[in-house]
Each structure stands twice: as C-alpha cells, then as structure tokens.
C-alpha cells in the first residue's frame, strides 16, 4: 500500500510495472502496460444493461425481504459486513451510478457508506431499494451516456461506469442469492445464468 500510495494510487485493485501504474479495472490500459495485444470484448448496449440492473435491484429486493431477521446481522464470507450492510450496498451502489454520472465524480465514501439506523430489517431494504429503482427509472429517461467521471480508481466513461455497476451489483446479488439458499430458502425470484451473460464477472462468488 506505500507503493502504491507513492504511485497515487488510494486503494487495490492495481497493476504497477516499474512506476508506471494501472489503477482499477482497465483492461486495455493493462494489456498496454505488460505488452500484449487486447481484443476488446462485445459489449451490451446501454438499454440491456439498463434492463439487467433493474432486473437484479428486483431481485435484491425480493432475496432481503426474505431472509429471516436474525440471519441480517451475520457477516458475509471474507468481509467484515453484515447481510443487512450487503443489501444496502446494493441499492447504493446503484444510486451512485446516477450521482457519479450527474456529478462527475465518484468518491469513495460511497462505496463504503453505512446503512442508516433506521434501515433496521429487510422490508426496510427492500423499501430502500424500491426507491433507488423509481429514481433510476425517471433518470435513466434522460441520461447522457457522454463525458467522463473522475472515480476514486481512475476516470471512467459514462458508459464504463454504467457497465461497471452492472457487474458490481451482479456480483452481489449472486452473494446474497447464495447466502439466502444456505439458509434453505430458495430465492423467490431467482436470476438465471443468461442475466449475467456478457458481464466481466469473475467465476467465483466471493
């Protein structure tokens, strides 16, 4: 971490190569960095991923309200986060997309923002969450998809951050999915591999 503090680099994931430095996820500014050549993916339209998103808020929302309220205060596998933190992180992750996008900047206060106390149980989540979801719907019907934003790991186009928070909030909801069937309730409304298909997710879920 003083390397990378040195290289101006707040916080992982990096890629650094003698001082010259790569600083979130970037994949074509890495493959520069190391020398190879880099085929850029297809990527989903803007209007799928929107889709996609509000797929997965619905399905955060449907998951949290399931789980039994004694269960929301059990950390989450490798992370000193609770259940109840994890589905609020969702929902805010997604708001944040919006806030970054308008703003022009993406701190990362946000990322690690607390649920508010009077956020107490998954109904409270999902109540949350359903707001987040109006607020996207109204704003993503006038969104500009140009610029940049200046994000704690590095600046982002409009459209990278979009896709980023799409996988990021992917990710997490195949958390707490899992998390919820350990408990043997099966999720009420189940993703399908098809809803992460053409996202850059890692193969593991945590």
Partial sequence: MDLLRSLGVPRVPA???????????????????????????AHLSTDELRQRLDRMLAAAQAAIRQFPAERLQEKTPGRNRTVRQLGYHIFRLALALRDGIEGGEYPEAWIDEQAPPEIVDGE?????????????????????????????????????????????????VRQLSVLLEQTGIPPSLPLSEADWQGLPLPQEIW
């Fill in 124 to 172: 409270d989540i999902a109540r949350y969450g359903q707001r987040v979801r109006a607020c996207l719907q109204k704003w993503f019907g006038q969104a500009r998809w140009t610029g940049e934003v200046h994000t704690y790991y590095g600046p982002q186009t409009a459209y990278e951050l979009l896709e980023r928070t799409v996988w990021h909030v992917a990710q997490h």
């Fill in 15 to 41: 890629v650094v190569v003698g001082d010259q430095v790569v600083h979130g996820w970037n994949p074509r500014k890495v493959a520069a960095l190391v020398g190879i050549d880099y085929i850029e993916p």
